[in-house]
């Protein structure tokens, strides 16, 4: 667990990180549980730091854990979000899981996703995952891996 001083610590870094980028940023929400430190940034700009499907905040959090990682154990793990994008990223998508599975359990007709990154993937297998009627598996290779919803083998 991450004590009051490292969070501050953590804080301050991650400040000092945008300041050098001239990026003006406020953390709005953060919390820590275990290893991990989750911020949510607000910015004026949060386009810029969130990117192409988020690409561009992935390398951003990547970079900062990177730097985070020197002052703290290697197990740290950083959670960087910008106005609340990848919370707002994973109810569409457990909201998308949901309706293609109703679908398919409805039609009994495959449906296969759109690519998507790994984390992405995981999020709908998970909102998946309790559902008797229907199986999900990943295929291709990446970055054009996608989800495919089936209907559950029939049981006799």
């Known amino acids: 667990m991450l004590s009051k001083d490292q969070q501050e610590t953590i804080k301050n870094i991650i400040k000092e990180f945008f300041d050098k980028a001239t990026i003006e940023v406020e953390i709005e929400g953060q919390s820590a549980e275990e290893d991990t430190f989750r911020v949510n940034l607000e910015t004026e700009m949060p386009q810029l730091l969130i990117g192409e499907n988020g690409q561009t905040l992935a390398e951003i959090q990547h970079v900062l854990k990177l730097i985070l990682r020197r002052k703290f154990a290697p197990g740290f793990y950083l959670d960087l979000d910008v106005s609340n994008y ?45 559902r008797q009627d229907i199986v999900t598996e990943s295929r291709g290779q990446e970055p054009d891996r996608r989800i495919v919803i089936k209907p559950a083998p029939e049981k006799y």
Do not use: C, F, G, W
Not at 96 to 119: F, G, I, R, W, Y
């Open 86 to 130: 990848k919370k707002k990223k994973r109810v569409y998508l457990e909201e998308l899981a949901k309706t293609m599975a109703d679908e398919v359990a409805l039609n009994k007709e495959e449906k296969e996703l759109l690519p998507m990154p790994s984390q992405e993937r995981r999020i709908i297998h998970l909102a998946l995952s309790q």
